[in-house]
């Protein structure tokens, strides 16, 4: 997977390719933790992400946590590979999609 992360002030976005899972989740998870120092709104674009697993959405939901301390989060561009694993699993009810 390969991870872009591009910061406009205080706004990061994080545009993801490839397949988030136990393989890469947790590459992800040490890149963004230090990157969301002073961001008060983060952005996911999936518009390349082809899969995402259990060990991809525990991220999700870690950067979900963080964000409600300091601002908000969106995920953008989801496919429906992808919509279809937040819908199984409940996420739907808690992102904010765009």
Sequence with gaps: MTTTMTRNGNELTVALDG???TLTAPDL???LE???EGVEKLVFD???LAYISSAGLRVLLDAMQAMEEQGEMV???VGPE???VFQVTGFLDDLVIE
């Design 34 to 36: 230090p990157a969301l």
């Design 46 to 48: 999936f518009e390349k």
């Design 82 to 84: 992808v919509m279809d």
């Design 19 to 21: 397949r988030l899972d």
């Design 75 to 77: 995920v953008r561009n």
């Design 29 to 31: 998870e040490e890149q």
